[in-house]
């Protein structure tokens, strides 16, 4: 269970001690309000609600980046509308990127309302078999800042958890904000009771972005969070017409995949810019499905597949207690 904030001193009583923000060590703390009046103090009742809720889905996957800005949500939506492409699998995706619910919009259900019902809150359909919620369907206006303290996020998180009737589901998707900070911490403490299938990081190649992935990557080591694998965003320009493809962002210390061949970690594979990924988002229109053939879209199907793979695989050792041989 995760107890222990990022950043912590060294003799961190924890989140859920009952000294949590007022012990010795506590003293210049950045986390101390936070610990000292958010945070619940023991076994959080709800996280018995979130385990009875969360019995109905399959795969919970979050979607973490150590910094924004390197195309973490576009790439929650395509995972998410990649995984619907069968659609015999239901498919959910939560947003927690409180601050910046970029999600609906990407979506293209931008200004939708959660209606409520005796079951609880009922998430938003893009389709049929794809449904979503997130704070910006809360919002009088897209364009509110939403200016909250850790406690009022760690309880929407909470009520996003517990009280929305997300049904059966194959996978949830779960858009994170970049960083380790409440929201990341709430999702691990909430879901310790459920099997989280892991975390997919992404970044772009620069050596500025492995940085803060790399203490991404330390945190869910730390919080006990599989990390299904590392994802390399913006590799490269793919020209449209000639398909030739330029560096835009250098990989000056050999990128993601040196750095997750360093760390033993899954390296699924680069993602090329392409200007009609942006369009996409705007308009809110699936990438995969309106430019199928561009290498872009080749190249989130075959991380898709490999992500796919990954949880397959976990879900059948789970169920026969074998470990499967990938070699």
Known sequence: MAD?????????????????????ACKGCPNQNICSSGLPKGPDPAIEDVKQRMSGVKHKILILSGKGGVGKSTFTAHLARGLAHNPDKQIGVMDVDICGPS??????????????????????????NLSMMSVGFLLANPDDAVIWRGPKKNGLIKQFLKDV???????????????????????????SSTHVDGAVVITTPQEVALL???????FCRKVNLPIIGVVENMSGFVCP???NESQIFPPTTG????????????????????????KCCDEGKSFLAEVPDSPAAVAYTQIIEKIMNHCEQKLVERETGETMDTT
Not at 103 to 128: A, F, L, N
């Open 165 to 191: 009737d997300w049904g059966d589901l194959d996978y949830l998707v779960i858009d994170t904000p970049p960083g380790t900070s409440d929201e990341h911490l709430s999702l691990v403490q909430y879901l």
């Open 212 to 218: 803060d992935v790399r203490k991404e990557i330390n």
């Open 241 to 243: 017409n000639c398909k």
């Open 255 to 278: 990128g993601a995949q040196k750095m997750a061949d360093d760390l033993d970690i899954q390296f699924l594979g680069r993602l090329p810019l392409d200007p009609r990924i942006g």
């Open 103 to 128: 999600i609906p919009t990407v979506m293209g259900v931008e200004g939708e309302q959660v209606h409520q019902s005796g079951s609880g809150w009922s998430p938003v359909y893009i389709d049929d």
């Open 4 to 24: 222990v904030p990022e950043n912590a001193p060294q003799h961190c009583p924890g989140t859920q001690s009952e000294d949590a923000g007022k012990g010795d």
